[in-house]
């Protein structure tokens, strides 16, 4: 079964950080761009950061450039993302996708995890 | 970046009624590889977003086909021939051709 698993929420301070973990199972999780997508409580979908299959490019929302690190590690099928100087307007769930843009689908996020909550409050 | 301009943001239809839904660029979604990047989600409460259709009319396997997609270059559409009730939830379209990806602001589909 195709699965992504996010780990890692939590409370933190303003100013904290945080690392958020994604486990991929049932593909071949070193041919997939993979995408951090984030929804904060009642609101719509933002698109945070991408990473390329080899963890050689790397794309970000602009609100989160210089504060959020995204990285994988392709041995353990798990995809990362750190981030620096947490904001209360970053509190939302947070969720891994698969994003198969090698397979001429860029964008179209085909496995999505269950998401993880970060609450950023003082 | 690309702004992504949904409508209506609520849509309140009776079973069995089509149901309509707007998505707009502020620019041209094709690429440089001649493709148009557009994909709708379907999020019920509660629940992660699921992808419906992409490449602008690619339906997923699973998804009835009272769902359709259509459009072009900046104007795109999400059609559901007849709402059913377990249709309810938001639906957002996401471009994938300029990065930053951004998304519309999502259409809350319910049931009257």
């Known amino acids: 079964e195709v699965q992504l698993v996010e780990s890692g929420g939590g409370l933190v301070q303003p100013g904290g950080s945080l690392i958020l973990s994604c486990t991929a199972s049932g593909f071949t999780f070193r041919s997939y761009w993979m995408t951090w997508v984030r929804q904060a409580p009642g609101k719509g979908l933002e698109w945070v950061a991408d990473?390329?299959?080899?963890?050689?490019?790397?794309e970000y929302v602009g609100s989160v450039k210089g504060r959020f690190t995204v990285s994988r590690d392709n041995a353990h099928n798990s995809i990362y993302l750190q981030m620096d100087n947490l904001r209360v307007e970053d509190t939302a769930v947070y969720y891994c996708?698969?994003?198969?843009?090698?397979?001429?689908?860029?964008?179209?996020?085909?496995?999505w995890g269950q998401g993880t909550m970060v609450s950023v409050s003082s | 970046d690309v702004v992504m301009t949904q409508s209506p943001l609520s849509l309140p239809v009776t079973l069995g009624q089509p149901a309509s839904i707007s998505c707009r660029s502020s620019?041209?979604?094709?690429?440089?590889?001649?493709?148009?990047?557009l994909t709708w989600f379907h999020q019920r409460p509660g629940q992660s977003p699921r992808r419906l259709i992409y490449?602008?009319?690619n339906r997923d396997s699973g998804v009835p086909d009272r769902f359709s997609g259509s459009g072009s270059g900046t104007d795109f559409t999400l059609k559901i021939s007849r709402v059913e009730a377990e249709d309810v939830g938001v639906y957002f379209c996401l471009q994938g051709t300029h990065w930053p990806y951004t998304f519309g602001q999502g259409t809350k589909l319910e049931i009257k």
């Open positions: 490449k602008i009319s």
């Open positions: 620019q041209s979604l094709v690429y440089k590889d001649g493709n148009t990047y």
């Open positions: 996708a698969r994003d198969p843009g090698e397979q001429s689908q860029w964008g179209a996020f085909d496995v």
């Open positions: 990473i390329k299959y080899d963890g050689s490019q790397k």
